[in-house]
């Protein structure tokens, strides 16, 4: 309806760095991407709105150089919750403003949890 909407949240982000490792010079990537079920709700007659969502979070873990190359990726839960507004370009296309907060959770890997804040801009068509 025109308060609430669900659907589908895909969020990635990557860190690429670069560093020595026995003598050869390596590049990391670390990535995370999540895949959640969010809820937005607009609770004025303008375009701001909150947003909470809940899903599966991966951790992606690459080491390469001119050779070789490695990936361990991990799986867990993850949740965010956020705000920004909404402003109309023509008819059901929109500008996003956003500011996030994302929490994850791993069983395994590297690191027992991750998480971000983010503020960035969207193009929606609802």
């Known amino acids: ?6 659907g589908f949240d895909y969020i990635s982000f990557s860190h690429f760095a670069r560093y020595e490792r026995e003598g050869s010079e390596m590049t990391g990537v670390l990535s995370i991407d999540d895949f959640f079920a969010a809820l937005m709700f607009f609770p004025g007659d303008g375009g701001a709105f ?3 969502g809940m899903g599966l979070a991966y951790l992606g873990d690459w080491d390469y150089d001119f050779l070789e190359s490695t ?3 991990y799986a867990g839960v ?4 956020g705000g920004g507004i909404f402003f109309t370009l023509s008819g059901n296309m929109k500008l996003g403003l956003h500011a996030e907060y994302s929490y994850h ?4 890997g590297p690191f027992s949890h991750t998480d971000m804040a983010a503020l960035y801009v969207s193009l929606y068509w609802f």
Do not use: M, P, V
């Open 1 to 6: 309806n025109e308060k609430l909407t669900l």
């Open 50 to 52: 909150i947003k909470l």
């Open 71 to 73: 990936a361990d990726f």
């Open 78 to 81: 993850g949740a965010t919750a």
């Open 105 to 108: 959770r791993y069983s395994s």
